[in-house]
T-cell receptor, first 111, second 114 residues
Framework: GNSVTQMEGPVTLSEEAFLTINCTYT??????LFWYVQYPGEGLQLLLK?????DKGSNKGFEATYRKETTSFHLEKGSVQVSDSAVYFC??????????FGKGTRLHILP | KAGVTQTPRYLIKTRGQQVTLSCSPI?????VSWYQQTPGQGLQFLFE???????NKGNFPGRFSGRQFSNSRSEMNVSTLELGDSALYLC?????????????FGPGTRLLVL
């Protein structure tokens, strides 16, 4: 079946550091890929998405590129801020239309 | 526009009881999905409803059921509660099936089973 694997946290970085959170997937066909974020005390919200190979999703300085050849959708940001501290979830929607989430990566940004 | 609302926000039940959780989607959204979130298993898909029909179901036992009403509001029911059902239950709505990956989540109902 379909699955999503993302790096385990927590990830701790200093402000203005470069961020990468790895995400790889297993799916038949061409799934849609998503990154969701859960800020402390708030609900899950969509951060960015990509629906076909080589698409790049971007939002709030975050980017992720849909790489079919490596079945990856890594999340990156060039310069993180304290306000980026949150839990990040990688997800896919497969041909069966079910959405599968990764286990989440907790990110701590130190001032 | 008001966001997705879930009631109640917190619930304590004992083993063997049943529970009903409610979700009101964003106005105009017709697709509602339910998820169970636990520290060990993460976010797991329960089911999805669209226009009062269940169109997708995750790998949960039959004790977990749901329904959707004509106004798109949805309820999920868990019967014969087990300790392992303690979790945060999240509801999410989408405008349409074609964009069901873009979901808007509610704050969740935290269920504790004693």
């Amino acid at each position: 079946g379909n699955s999503v694997t993302q790096m385990e946290g927590p990830v701790t970085l200093s402000e203005e550091a470069f961020l990468t959170i790895n995400c790889t997937y297993t799916a038949t066909g061409y799934p849609s890929l998503f990154w969701y974020v859960q800020y402390p005390g708030e609900g899950l919200q969509l951060l960015l998405k990509a629906t076909k190979a080589d698409d790049k999703g971007s939002n709030k300085g975050f980017e992720a590129t849909y790489r079919k050849e490596t079945t990856s959708f890594h999340l990156e940001k060039g310069s993180v801020q304290v306000s980026d501290s949150a839990v990040y979830f990688c997800a896919l929607r497969g041909r069966d239309d079910k959405i599968i989430f990764g286990k989440g990566t907790r990110l701590h940004i130190l001032p | 526009k008001a966001g997705v609302t879930q009631t109640p926000r917190y619930l304590i039940k004992t083993r063997g009881q049943q529970v009903t959780l409610s979700c009101s989607p964003i106005s105009g959204h017709r697709s509602v999905s339910w998820y169970q979130q636990t520290p060990g298993q993460g976010l797991q898909f329960l089911f999805e409803y669209f226009s009062e029909t269940q169109r997708n179901k995750g790998n949960f036992p039959g004790r977990f059921s749901g329904r959707q009403f004509s106004n798109s509001r949805s309820e999920m029911n868990v019967s014969t509660l087990e300790l392992g059902d303690s979790a945060l239950y999240l509801c999410a709505s989408s405008p349409a099936l074609q964009d069901s990956g873009t979901q808007y989540f509610g704050p969740g109902t935290r269920l504790l089973v004693l």
